[in-house]
């Protein structure tokens, strides 16, 4: 089976600064991949790859048998895109953003209007429709953007710590739907430092540091390889430079201690 999402050799820098050092990953249709790492260890520049949000990168990535280079409007078309801060352009409601979006996706009137009003609906959201954005505490906001970016029922759905700010509730609905999902044979691109919810949801974790994949596997088999630990205790043995109880000490130690 070819591979949906495909980078090889993929590196990054900045300045002088290397982000992605030789990325290789073949991602497969249906695959819920939890993409994890420290803070600056490459992910969100991954992820904005991917997204085609940035484009001097060398090396290859493919989407759906398409170079990202040579087309990425195609690409794009085939992705879903909830990052973890948006602008909504607040001034509008929600009906009046997700019909813009619609019209971005060759969406028809129609059917935008009937998704739109099934997914706010679930997210108890359909008494605000019409409601300007400026008003909405933070996890509303994050629910429009969630229904943003199914709206147009892509293939590849990229989550960036998408349940900032979301009550309780909602946070099961988003863990209840990414199973639906790829049940469905949609592809999840999933970027959280949440480890309990990626050891949850994932089938696939990802683990990158210093812009470099160091591990790959079900959580089964990285506590096979690592011992027999949570995801957060298999992260920080892979990650930390000195154990975290040290750098707990470290942090007292300015006090005193």
Same mark, same amino acid.
């Given at each position: 089976?070819?591979?949906?999402?495909?980078?090889? =050799?993929?590196?990054?820098?900045?300045? =002088?600064?290397?982000?992605?050092?030789?990325?290789?990953?073949?991602?497969?249709?249906?695959?819920?991949?939890?993409?994890?790492?420290?803070?600056?260890?490459?992910?969100?520049?991954?992820?904005?790859?991917?997204?085609?949000?940035?484009?001097?990168?060398?090396?290859?990535?493919?989407?759906?048998?398409?170079?990202? *280079? =040579?087309?990425? @409007? %195609?690409?794009?078309? *085939?992705?879903?895109?909830?990052? !973890? #801060?948006?602008?909504?352009?607040?001034?509008?409601?929600?009906?009046?953003?997700?019909?813009?979006?619609?019209?971005?996706?060759?969406?028809?009137?129609?059917?935008?209007?009937?998704?739109?009003?099934?997914?706010?609906?679930? /997210?108890? @959201?359909?008494?605000?429709?019409?409601?300007? +954005?400026?008003?909405?505490?933070?996890?509303?906001?994050?629910?429009?953007?969630?229904?943003?970016?199914?709206?147009?029922?892509?293939?590849?759905?990229?989550?960036?710590?998408?349940?900032?700010?979301?009550?309780? =509730?909602?946070?099961?609905?988003?863990? !209840? @739907?990414?199973?639906?999902?790829? *049940?469905?044979?949609?592809?999840? /691109?999933?970027?959280?430092? +949440?480890?309990?919810?990626?050891?949850?949801?994932?089938?696939?974790?990802?683990?990158?540091?210093?812009?470099?994949?160091?591990?790959?596997?079900?959580?089964?088999? @990285?506590?096979?390889?690592?011992?027999?630990?949570?995801?957060?205790?298999?992260? %920080?043995?892979?990650?930390?430079?000195?154990?975290?109880?040290? %750098?707990?000490?470290? #942090?007292?130690?300015?006090?005193?201690?």
């Amino acid at each position: 089976m070819n591979p949906i999402i495909s980078l090889k =050799n993929v590196h990054k820098h900045y300045s =002088n600064k290397q982000v992605l050092n030789g990325v290789n990953l073949d991602i497969y249709r249906g695959q819920v991949i939890g993409y994890i790492g420290p803070n600056g260890a490459g992910k969100s520049t991954t992820v904005k790859i991917l997204c085609g949000l940035i484009s001097d990168y060398e090396g290859e990535v493919t989407v759906d048998g398409i170079d990202l *280079r =040579n087309d990425p @409007l %195609a690409v794009k078309s *085939r992705i879903g895109y909830v990052p !973890e #801060l948006a602008e909504l352009y607040e001034v509008l409601t929600p009906a009046e953003f997700l019909g813009f979006m619609a019209e971005l996706y060759g969406i028809p009137a129609d059917l935008a209007q009937e998704r739109m009003m099934k997914m706010l609906s679930a /997210f108890g @959201l359909e008494t605000n429709v019409n409601q300007r +954005m400026d008003t909405f505490s933070k996890g509303m906001r994050q629910k429009v953007l969630i229904v943003s970016g199914l709206l147009h029922n892509p293939d590849i759905i990229i989550l960036d710590e998408p349940l900032s700010g979301l009550d309780a =509730n909602s946070v099961i609905i988003v863990k !209840e @739907l990414i199973s639906k999902l790829a *049940r469905d044979g949609k592809t999840i /691109f999933y970027c959280s430092h +949440m480890m309990d919810i990626v050891e949850k949801v994932s089938d696939r974790i990802v683990l990158i540091n210093n812009g470099t994949v160091i591990a790959d596997g079900s959580f089964e088999e @990285l506590k096979q390889q690592q011992g027999n630990h949570s995801l957060e205790h298999i992260f %920080a043995q892979l990650t930390a430079k000195d154990t975290l109880t040290d %750098a707990a000490d470290k #942090l007292m130690n300015a006090f005193g201690h």
